[in-house]
């Protein structure tokens, strides 16, 4: 049982343009949701968290969306950089204690210049 | 701050063989959280050490086991090893656990 889904396996976006990433959770127990970044042979950078008590975050070029009722986020890039070509993984955190991360299968973001 | 190390970075082993990885953590962070990225699979949690101890354990074989010891170093064993056991195996450290996970580059583990 997937608790984490991201639906679109791949994303192509032209530079300067806005990337956005989906995502979706089953588990209300999740409180805090994370994007990692991550390129092959190499561990997950982590790019932007939020807790489950906002609705929206942002760092820089990046925004995170989170809308509870539908249990859904999104990751916002924009402008779009060829360097922000990368699998883009979305992560939620067991409540309480449990701190384990549930990940989805990621998205494949290219961005053409 | 140096990141998060982990050795050795690439491995091959045969069927019925064992393996110890080892993962350094961020100075100062004393969680330390495990990790299986397979294709099929994408990332799972193997298990999490707190102060030396499991905290927290996903759901894997016994043949899957860890330790931390107390300089927050951990290290993860997996025996009888199977084809299936080839992967990605990833590291993350925070302060206390409730906080960002930072990863590590990973120890790709082939089983021939």
């Known amino acids: 049982d997937q608790q984490v889904k991201q639906n679109s396996p791949s994303l192509s976006v032209q530079e300067g343009r806005i990337s956005i990433l989906n995502c979706d959770y089953t588990?209300?127990?999740?409180?805090?949701f994370l994007w990692y970044k991550k390129y092959p042979a190499e561990g997950p950078t982590f790019l932007i968290s939020?807790?489950?008590?906002?609705d929206k975050n942002e760092d820089g070029r990046f925004t995170v969306f989170l809308n509870k009722s539908a249990k859904h986020l999104s990751l916002h890039i924009v402008p779009s950089q060829p360097g922000d070509s990368a699998v883009y993984f979305c992560?939620?955190?067991?409540?309480?204690?449990?701190?384990?991360?549930?990940f989805g299968k990621g998205t494949l973001l290219t961005v053409n210049p | 701050k140096a990141g998060v190390t982990q050795t050795p970075r690439y491995l091959i082993k045969t069927r019925g063989q064992q393996v110890t990885l080892s993962c350094s953590p961020i100075?100062?962070?004393?969680?330390v959280s495990w990790y299986q990225q397979t294709p099929g699979q994408g990332l799972q949690f193997l298990f999490e050490?707190?102060?030396?101890?499991?905290?927290n354990k996903g759901n894997f074989p016994g043949r899957f086991s860890g330790r931390q010891f107390s300089n927050s170093r951990s290290e993860m064993n997996v025996s009888t090893l199977e084809l299936g056991d080839s992967a990605l195996y990833l590291c993350?450290?925070?302060?206390?656990?409730?906080?960002?996970?930072?990863f590590g580059p990973g120890t790709r583990l082939l089983v021939l």
């Open positions: 993350a450290s925070t302060p206390g656990g409730g906080e960002t996970q930072y």
């Open positions: 588990n209300s127990m999740f409180d805090y």
């Open positions: 939020i807790s489950s008590i906002k």
């Open positions: 992560a939620a955190r067991g409540g309480g204690s449990n701190y384990k991360l549930t």
């Open positions: 100075s100062g962070h004393r969680s």
């Open positions: 050490y707190f102060s030396e101890t499991q905290r």
